[in-house]
C-alpha cells in the first residue's frame, strides 16, 4: 500500500517526515480531510492569524497530489471600507 504525506503550510513549515500507510488516493482524501477538521478545532486561534494555510499531500517521491486550502478572505465590510459601510437606498413612496 502507498504512502502519504501530510504537509501543513501555515507558515510553522509542519512537515510529515513519517507519512501515513493508506489502501489509495480517496483513502488519503479522506484522511486530508480530517486533519484539517482537526486543525480548524485544534488551532482555530493560529489559523485566523495566518489568513491561508493548506494541506499539500504528497507520495513517497515528494510529488503534490492534492492539496486542501483554507483561506480567511475580509470582505470590504470587516475592512471598513465606507463604500460599502452605506445603508441600502431606500425605495422612494
Known amino acids: 500500500m502507498p504512502r502519504y504525506f501530510f504537509h501543513v503550510r501555515d507558515g510553522k513549515g509542519r512537515e510529515d ?3 501515513t500507510v493508506k489502501a489509495d488516493l480517496d483513502a488519503a482524501k479522506r484522511e486530508a480531510v480530517l486533519l484539517a477538521a482537526n486543525l480548524m478545532g485544534d488551532y482555530a486561534g493560529d489559523l485566523i492569524k495566518a489568513y491561508d494555510w493548506r494541506i499539500d499531500v504528497t507520495d513517497e517521491r ?8 483554507m483561506q480567511i478572505t475580509n470582505s470590504p465590510v470587516s475592512r471598513g471600507d465606507p463604500l460599502t459601510m452605506r445603508s441600502p ?4 413612496a
Open 17 to 19: 517526515v513519517d507519512g
Open 62 to 69: 515528494g510529488q503534490v497530489l492534492f492539496q486542501i486550502d
Open 89 to 92: 437606498a431606500r425605495p422612494s
